[in-house]
């Protein structure tokens, strides 16, 4: 046993804490002065994140997590955070969302196949917001998520990033049922880097530009302030061919249909910036002050569907494209004619035809065929902008019954806010009299947390002392809806004639609609780990955590990990956790366009608490449950570093949004004779609802190992995954009324996601050069486009998607000790992803709306992107 009187717990503070910047910031400081090949000397990897004791390396964790540092993140060509953290991590995934409602403006992301508000988001440590943006069209997994905006987040800003693949609600509260995010800031008080990066698709478009630069400034003589900036712009990308049914009016001689009238790809992104600042001051004494936060703000325009125009309900035809629908705008000057738009065999008349017979209306009546001709297709897309800042001190008191307790009291506020904009479209309603352009209104999610954080090591005969950490967490969560303007969500004078109301696509939120809804929660903890003998660590964290919406729940946890040898070490945990139905799920009120039947239509997405949602089978939200169980291997030698892990985590009364659910005529009455309002405008309904059980398993394998080769240092990094989910149980409906859940949400949550997935990493450095490449492993996965999706109920029509491999470059060239330039590609020989059949297969069309390739591609579907970027460092 170690002299436990020579072993000051303070001592061993400091010391793993200087270790730990030490370690942390060497890529902010040696990067700056050395030639590439000291920069690529092994340093021991020490996170912060998973334990409240003192940092640890990450082969001394009890449980797994990655490190990627500020280095690796600069090599990708992509400026997202979510995609350099996805190309790092295979248990990690994200995908492009190319026509997807609110997830336009920010995109989920999936850690172990759980969904994206199932990781919680740490900045330095402290809980990071929400977002305002709630997925509607999530992507099957994700529908109905909200989780935090990780991509305001610049490369440039981070030190490294610390991904804790294991539960841990009962260390961190809600949300961590998968695992924590952590991004580390840079903190350095000198030096700095500007970059300049250009690059686009091998298509020719999604060009992009950005610029970024950091610098570390002394906060007097004992601080730092580091700043960090990012601006960018990129272009949108198209993915697409003909829509089939505008495809045919263009062939029928229609001049007015557009090449492509529906656009498959990413989204435009206009004056995307952010700035980040971290900050901190020694007091003296052993006490500390800190400041950390952000603003961030972008543009983003994103596609939408395309509107028949003959058959698009409520705008062009209410028969299904017999006739058009034609508005009377003076009743006194007589009825109005019809408009067939059938022949006698059924066929679609040609243009010319339709045509003449619109242009020969009477001046009072009026249809949108004279409008829009070849259709229309909106554009859905808006304003996101994030703002944080967190205050906080610590330090350890000198004296009293305290004495020797490290302190950590922080206070954070964040805010989101999406502002929701609508053009090319129209409120059927007004007539002629419609603008086409529209604010169809806002959310706002803010939040407030208090914490006090302790921690003291108190002497109990073990080899090194106990770790005592116990603290309190305040919480005050909001969600606010603001009205749109007037014309997005006004009845007009055509209500009455069945025109449509509202900006079509995404009406505007009413008064009605808007206002403010908040929950309070309180928490408290306790987190003891022990290095009971010198190869034996045990952890166990409990925590309350008190809601004053559903109430309070407990969760534990247990961890340990075993050392066989100086090299070999085995690891395990046990966890239950929990994630809070957040404040937007239970209240916010929404339309959607969705797809049914071939056609496009209105869905109203109601609190689960609505009167329509309860005649469906809606509920009160409760919190989500889990139970995870992990074991692990762990080998750390001189120049190899290996782990395996596998994991097993169940969650009951997973939070989701149900199917799209018709209303029945049964179910109309009922409403009706409850004396429920305006029941016969809801075509489709949906609701958030805690409706199933999963259970996901799967094995983590991450290898490293470094050696000099090729007149340099190498480094090679392997990482694999394997998720596997499966719907262990699904709320039955009374008889009578339809499932919640539909069998194709639930062969989405089980086959969307690759279970295999795996990187190679190659690290080469010389004097004056340096080379990264990484090949990309994507194991087969359910294709998915939005009008074509397998499911149990029909045999012989799921698909398949083949697996992937891909390889990214970058080369880089140290011009001296300030100035580098790169050239580099993601995917440089351009793979393409699973491509759609033009051709019917098994009975089943699945490609009538433009797309090329499966939605759910975890590759994404743009292909090939090459890129220069220079860097000056000072």
Request: charged content about 20%; some cysteine.
């Given at each position: ?19 730990a910047s030490l370690s942390l910031g060497i890529s902010a ?242 004056d995307d910036i952010s700035f980040f600042v971290n900050s ?179 002497s109990a005969g073990l080899y090194e002392d106990l770790t ?407």
């Amino acid at each position: 046993m170690k002299n436990q009187n020579n072993y000051h717990p303070v001592a061993r503070a400091v010391k793993f804490a200087l270790a730990a910047s030490l370690s942390l910031g060497i890529s902010a400081t040696v990067a700056a002065q050395e030639q590439p090949a000291a920069k690529e000397q092994a340093v021991e990897k020490i996170a912060v994140v998973g334990s409240r004791s003192a940092p640890r390396s990450i082969s001394d964790s009890p449980v797994p997590i990655d490190i990627i540092g500020g280095d690796e993140l600069s090599k990708n060509g992509s400026s997202d955070m979510l995609n350099m953290i996805s190309t790092s991590v295979p248990s990690l995934n994200v995908h492009a969302n190319p026509i997807s409602d609110a997830a336009t403006l920010v995109r989920p992301m999936n850690l172990r196949g759980l969904s994206s508000d199932s990781t919680l988001i740490l900045t330095n440590g402290k809980r990071r917001h929400k977002a305002s943006v709630i997925a509607f069209l999530g992507g099957g997994i994700n529908d109905g998520a909200q989780g935090a905006d990780v991509s305001v987040i610049p490369g440039i800003a981070i030190r490294q990033v610390e991904i804790l693949r294991d539960g841990a609600a009962a260390q961190y509260g809600s949300d961590a049922i998968a695992g924590v995010v952590n991004f580390q800031l840079k903190n350095a008080d000198s030096g700095g880097s500007f970059e300049v990066k250009h690059g686009e698709y091998y298509e020719g478009d999604g060009t992009g530009t950005e610029f970024a630069g950091n610098i570390g400034l002394p906060l007097t003589k004992d601080g730092f302030v580091n700043a960090s900036f990012q601006y960018k712009n990129a272009d949108p990308t198209s993915r697409s061919v003909q829509v089939a049914d505008a495809q045919s009016f263009a062939d029928a001689g229609n001049p007015a249909i557009a090449p492509l009238a529906q656009i498959w790809g990413s989204p435009k992104i206009k004056d995307d910036i952010s700035f980040f600042v971290n900050s901190g001051l020694d007091l003296g004494n052993g006490r500390e002050a800190y400041m950390f936060g952000n603003y961030s703000e972008r543009d983003i325009t994103g596609g939408f569907y395309w509107r028949n125009p003959y058959n698009r309900l409520s705008v062009f035809s209410n028969d299904g494209g017999e006739s058009l629908l034609i508005g009377n705008l003076d009743d006194t000057a007589g009825p109005c004619p019809a408009v067939t738009l059938k022949d006698a065999q059924g066929a679609n008349l040609d243009f010319a035809t339709v045509n003449q017979a619109v242009s020969a209306l009477p001046a009072h009546c009026f249809t949108f065929f004279s409008m829009f001709p070849g259709g229309f297709t909106p554009t859905f897309g808006g304003n996101v902008t994030d703002t944080a800042l967190a205050i906080g001190t610590k330090g350890e008191f000198k004296q009293g019954w305290l004495a020797d307790v490290l302190y950590d009291f922080t206070g954070s506020v964040g805010r989101n806010e999406s502002t929701y904009v609508m053009t090319n479209t129209i409120n059927a309603s007004l007539g002629p009299d419609t603008p086409t352009e529209f604010t169809p209104g806002k959310y706002i999610q803010l939040e407030k947390t208090f914490t006090a954080d302790f921690v003291k090591y108190v002497s109990a005969g073990l080899y090194e002392d106990l770790t005592v950490a116990f603290g309190a967490q305040w919480t005050e969560e909001t969600f606010e809806v603001v009205a749109g303007d007037v014309a997005s969500f006004i009845d007009g004078p055509l209500t009455s004639q069945g025109f449509g109301i509202g900006s079509n696509g995404f009406p505007g939120f009413k008064p009605e609609d808007g206002g403010v809804n908040s929950r309070r929660n309180y928490a408290v903890y306790t987190d003891l780990e022990a290095e009971i003998t010198e190869s034996f660590l045990a952890g166990l964290a409990l925590r309350y955590e008190d809601y004053d919406t559903f109430g309070d729940t407990i969760n534990y946890k247990l961890t340990g990990q075993f050392r066989l040898s100086d090299d070999w070490a085995i690891r395990a945990s046990h966890s239950t956790g929990f994630r809070a139905p957040t404040v937007g799920q239970a209240n916010v009120s929404n339309v959607q366009t969705s797809l049914a039947d071939g056609m496009l239509v209105d869905s109203a997405l109601l609190p689960p608490t609505n009167p329509i949602a309860i005649e469906l089978g809606g509920k009160e939200l409760t919190p989500e449950e889990s139970v995870s169980f992990a074991a692990g291997l762990v080998y750390s030698g001189a120049d190899f570093f290996m782990t395996l892990d596998y994991y097993n985590i169940k969650v009951d009364d997973r939070i989701t949004q149900s199917s799209k659910i018709t209303l029945s005529e049964a179910n109309k009455e009922a409403l009706k004779a409850a004396g429920v309002r305006n029941v016969d405008s809801f075509q489709q309904v949906s609701f958030f609802t805690n409706d199933f059980d999963t259970t996901t398993q799967g094995i983590d394998f991450v290898a490293s190992y470094s050696t000099d080769l090729f007149g340099g240092r190498s480094s090679f990094n392997f990482a694999y995954n394997w998720t596997d989910t499966n719907v262990d149980r699904v709320t039955v409906p009374p008889e009578g009324q339809p499932a919640i859940t539909g069998a194709d949400k639930i062969s989405r949550l089980e086959n969307d996601l690759p279970n295999h997935r795996a990187t190679l990493t190659w690290n080469q450095s010389w004097d004056d050069w340096s080379m990264f490449l990484r090949s990309n492993y994507y194991g087969e996965y359910q294709g998915v486009h939005v009008d074509w999706v397998g499911t149990p109920e029909e045999p012989g029509t799921e698909k398949n998607a083949s697996a992937k491999i891909t390889f990214d470059l970058e080369v880089s060239y140290y011009v001296n000790d300030n100035f580098i330039v790169a050239a580099g590609a993601q995917n440089i020989f351009d793979t393409k992803p699973e491509r759609l059949d033009f051709e019917q297969q098994s009975g089943v069309p699945n490609n009538n709306w433009g797309g090329k390739y499966y939605e759910t591609s975890p590759m994404g579907i743009n292909g090939g992107y090459y890129y220069l970027k220079g860097t000056y460092k000072f």
